[in-house]
């Protein structure tokens, strides 16, 4: 049969993390793979999905219900054509993780939570105990509901598809839940889980204003995303949206840079897959080091600045 994988969008543009979960749906060996577009006016986005490499076909699913991704709504829409999939694949975010355990429900199968590898069309490899052991999970299940962890896949190529774009009914509203509203953090710099340089600053900065005096410049001489580990948040120096670990965001850019992080197990589960890893910390036995490409024991506000000075 046919994997579908459920596409990340703003409408207008598809998200980076539809072209990983494309990957990780050709890896699954089980014939095409399709791309649902649940949404209002998203032909656009619709269109982009036709070209990505390796989409045999694009489903343009359109109606003003869709259009905040409400999850008892875009569920029902996948639910609409389930049945003609043996794979359905959403990306491990925000908006995948809430709708993919309803559909599993729906379909009383067993979700497959966070892969990170496809063995088989029926084995698949995911992080256990904060990413200190690999599940290997065989599931027998008709219908394989499953969300993908992007970092452990590489993006497919945006361009070089011509998929066949088929529009479908979009679902009515259910009635059970309704959009109020969204406050969004307003950033020139690239989005966290998307940015190919990260910045990341710990509890060891001090305080807010430490943290912004050290850190930003930094990350603007590099064109950087800022993150933080939990205890900087925790303690109001960074804001929540920055979190990177098990409980943020999972994140593998090629260069990640972790002042004053000390690498406790729930930060290192969000960020060890980035290609370079440089760690600055006063702590020669701080765990950070163990994954690090580059070590530097030394002082964060001495080393910071220099660093920004030598770029």
């Given at each position: 049969?046919?994997?579908?994988?459920?596409?990340?969008?703003?409408?207008?543009?598809?998200?980076?993390?539809?072209?990983n979960?494309?990957?990780a749906?050709?890896?699954?060996?089980?014939?095409?793979?399709?791309?649902?577009?649940?949404?209002?006016?998203?032909?656009?986005?619709g269109?982009?999905?036709?070209?990505?490499?390796?989409?045999?076909?694009?489903?343009?699913?359109?109606?003003?219900?869709?259009?905040?991704?409400?999850?008892?709504?875009?569920?029902?829409?996948?639910?609409a054509?389930?049945?003609?999939?043996?794979?359905?694949?959403?990306?491990?975010?925000a908006?995948?993780?809430?709708?993919?355990?309803?559909?599993?429900?729906?379909?009383?199968v067993?979700?497959?939570?966070?892969?990170?590898?496809?063995?088989s069309a029926?084995?698949?490899?995911?992080?256990?105990?904060?990413?200190?052991?690999?599940?290997?999970?065989?599931?027998?299940?008709?219908?394989?509901?499953?969300?993908?962890?992007?970092?452990?896949?590489?993006?497919?190529?945006?361009?070089?598809?011509?998929?066949?774009?088929?529009?479908?009914?979009?679902?009515?509203?259910?009635?059970?839940?309704?959009?109020?509203g969204?406050?969004?953090?307003?950033?020139?710099?690239?989005?966290?889980?998307a940015?190919?340089?990260?910045?990341?600053?710990?509890?060891?900065?001090?305080?807010?204003?430490?943290?912004?005096?050290?850190?930003?410049?930094?990350?603007d001489?590099?064109?950087?995303?800022?993150?933080?580990?939990?205890?900087?948040?925790?303690?109001?120096?960074?804001?929540?949206?920055?979190?990177v670990?098990?409980?943020?965001?999972?994140?593998?850019?090629?260069?990640?840079?972790?002042?004053?992080?000390?690498?406790?197990?729930?930060?290192?589960?969000?960020?060890?897959?980035?290609?370079?890893?440089?760690?600055?910390?006063?702590?020669?036995?701080a765990?950070?080091?163990?994954?690090?490409?580059?070590?530097?024991?030394?002082?964060?506000?001495?080393?910071?600045?220099?660093?920004?000075?030598a770029?």
């Open positions: 049969m046919t994997v579908l994988v459920i596409a990340e969008h703003d409408h207008a543009t598809l998200k980076p993390a539809t072209l979960t494309v990957t749906g050709i890896a699954c060996q089980s014939g095409d793979v399709h791309v649902l577009v649940a949404g209002a006016n998203a032909a656009e986005a269109k982009a999905a036709s070209q990505v490499a390796g989409v045999a076909k694009v489903i343009v699913a359109d109606s003003p219900s869709l259009a905040e991704n409400l999850a008892e709504n875009v569920a029902a829409q996948v639910l054509i389930a049945k003609n999939y043996s794979h359905i694949l959403f990306p491990a975010t908006n995948g993780k809430n709708v993919a355990p309803r559909v599993a429900a729906k379909l009383d067993a979700q497959i939570s966070d892969i990170t590898k496809v063995d029926d084995t698949f490899e995911r992080p256990i105990y904060a990413g200190n052991a690999i599940a290997t999970v065989q599931s027998a299940d008709p219908i394989k509901v499953i969300t993908v962890r992007t970092t452990g896949f590489d993006a497919a190529a945006a361009t070089g598809g011509s998929a066949a774009v088929e529009n479908a009914e979009g679902v009515a509203d259910s009635g059970k839940s309704s959009f109020v969204r406050e969004v953090t307003k950033s020139d710099r690239p989005e966290l889980t940015a190919k340089i990260i910045v990341s600053g710990g509890r060891a900065l001090g305080s807010a204003e430490k943290f912004n005096e050290v850190m930003t410049p930094l990350a001489k590099l064109g950087a995303a800022l993150g933080a580990s939990r205890a900087a948040v925790d303690a109001g120096y960074a804001p929540n949206d920055w979190q670990g098990q409980t943020g965001k999972i994140v593998a850019p090629q260069l990640y840079i972790a002042a004053g992080i000390s690498g406790a197990i729930q930060h290192l589960a969000g960020m060890k897959d980035s290609k370079v890893i440089v760690a600055i910390n006063k702590d020669e036995e765990p950070i080091f163990s994954v690090a490409d580059y070590g530097l024991v030394a002082d964060l506000f001495t080393a910071v600045p220099e660093l920004v000075k770029l």
